[in-house]
């Protein structure tokens, strides 16, 4: 199986910055998964933030995030990250990682992120 555990989660001002981390463990898992960044926001479903494939050379984020977001990993720590700049009360929202290699999804338990005005 595969465990992840985000971290970096807080409150900042609107326009402030906050770099997310996941760690991924377990015997299962390897540097070949892609994972990525969702969001969910009270009363709202899940939805997509980013991603980026297993050696980095796909990355895909959603239109509410490209250009302030940024997603990257380290394979060697097993980690992604999500550096979150200029960030808005839009964005205050629980954060998941997800790690997939083919039909298997893994999900982490999340990070708050409060983003205050």
């Known amino acids: 199986q595969v465990q992840l555990a985000e971290s970096g989660g807080g409150l900042v001002q609107v326009g402030g910055s906050l770099r997310l981390s996941c760690a991924a463990s377990g015997p299962s898992f390897g540097s070949d998964y892609g994972m990525g960044w969702y969001r969910q926001a009270p009363g709202k479903e899940r939805k997509f933030v980013a991603a980026?494939?297993?050696?980095?050379?796909?990355?895909y984020y959603a239109d509410s995030v490209r250009g302030r977001f940024t997603v990257s990993r380290d394979n060697a720590k097993n980690t992604m990250y999500l550096q979150m700049n200029n960030l808005e009360p839009g964005d205050t929202a629980i954060y998941y990682c997800?790690?997939?290699?083919?039909?298997?999804?893994?999900w982490g338990q999340g990070t708050q992120v409060t983003v205050s005005s």
């Open positions: 980026i494939s297993w050696n980095g050379d796909r990355i």
């Open positions: 997800k790690s997939t290699l083919g039909s298997s999804d893994y």
